[in-house]
């Protein structure tokens, strides 16, 4: 047998931690911190518990990580927003992004809501460190495209909190909405539906005005 070429080993390594990472969150995102064990996300990853520890480093750092990448995944729309950009396209595609998130990774939003039902006691530095600054950055933003008569003046942190737990909504409430709609899942066209339901409340309750030329 051939020994592994520098960029099979980088594939290998990747592959690996994509694994991980995913295994790791159902299982967290079931049992919570306290609750899951390595090896228990080794066997639902299909990998040796030793190779788990040798590419998170440890259970702690692990959990950590996937709070972190999905917070993230979460707010990679409105990383690079500038007073230039159109508040309607930024913001709509800010929600369509955030339930797109939800339909194809459920798990990771409740593994995040549970850790704030907790108190947050894994994320606080991040918390009031990175994620604070990140949201006054933006809410700077939505001021000024409000004094340019681009929006209503509407509190810019309230804001991103409703969109946030609104889209997050059908991921952590899955079964209350299961329930309510009398559905066993939620289908792509409801996504849709719902999706688009969120863009037109959220837009006008907000007084965005589209740009000429805006969709």
Same mark, same amino acid.
């Given at each position: 047998?051939?020994?592994?070429?520098? &960029?099979?080993?980088?594939?290998?390594?990747?592959?690996?931690?994509?694994?991980?990472?995913?295994?790791?969150?159902?299982?967290?995102?079931?049992?919570?911190?306290?609750?899951?064990?390595?090896?228990? #996300?080794?066997?639902?990853?299909?990998?040796?518990?030793?190779?788990?520890?040798?590419?998170?480093?440890?259970?702690?750092? $692990?959990?950590?990580?996937? *709070?972190?990448?999905?917070?993230?995944?979460?707010?990679?729309?409105?990383?690079?927003?500038?007073?230039?950009?159109?508040?309607?396209?930024?913001?709509?595609?800010? #929600?369509?992004?955030?339930?797109? /998130?939800?339909?194809?990774? &459920?798990?990771?939003?409740?593994?995040?809501?549970?850790? #704030? /039902?907790?108190?947050?006691?894994? $994320?606080?530095?991040? /918390?009031?460190?990175? $994620?604070?600054?990140?949201?006054?950055?933006?809410?700077?933003?939505?001021?000024?495209?409000?004094?340019?008569?681009?929006?209503?003046?509407?509190?810019?942190?309230?804001?991103?909190?409703? #969109?946030?737990?609104?889209?997050?909504?059908?991921?952590?409430?899955?079964?209350?909405?299961?329930?309510?709609?009398?559905?066993?899942?939620?289908?792509?066209?409801?996504?849709?539906?719902?999706?688009?339901? *969120?863009?037109?409340?959220?837009?006008?309750?907000?007084?965005?005005?589209?740009?000429?030329?805006?969709?």
């Amino acid at each position: 047998m051939t020994a592994l070429t520098s &960029p099979e080993m980088t594939q290998t390594r990747q592959r690996n931690e994509q694994m991980i990472l995913d295994a790791a969150e159902r299982v967290f995102a079931c049992h919570g911190y306290r609750g899951a064990s390595v090896q228990a #996300i080794a066997e639902a990853a299909g990998l040796p518990k030793s190779n788990v520890l040798y590419y998170v480093g440890s259970k702690r750092q $692990l959990y950590v990580d996937l *709070l972190e990448r999905m917070m993230a995944r979460w707010n990679v729309m409105l990383d690079d927003i500038s007073v230039e950009d159109d508040p309607a396209e930024v913001l709509e595609a800010f #929600i369509r992004s955030k339930m797109e /998130l939800t339909r194809t990774h &459920p798990q990771g939003s409740r593994l995040f809501a549970a850790e #704030i /039902l907790q108190g947050a006691p894994f $994320l606080q530095g991040y /918390l009031r460190g990175e $994620l604070r600054e990140w949201v006054q950055t933006r809410a700077r933003v939505f001021e000024q495209w409000a004094e340019r008569g681009l929006m209503d003046p509407v509190d810019p942190v309230w804001l991103i909190f409703l #969109i946030w737990s609104s889209t997050q909504h059908y991921a952590d409430f899955e079964a209350q909405v299961l329930g309510i709609t009398d559905r066993e899942v939620l289908s792509e066209a409801d996504y849709r539906r719902i999706t688009d339901f *969120l863009c037109r409340v959220i837009l006008q309750g907000c007084g965005v005005v589209r740009r000429p030329g805006g969709t």
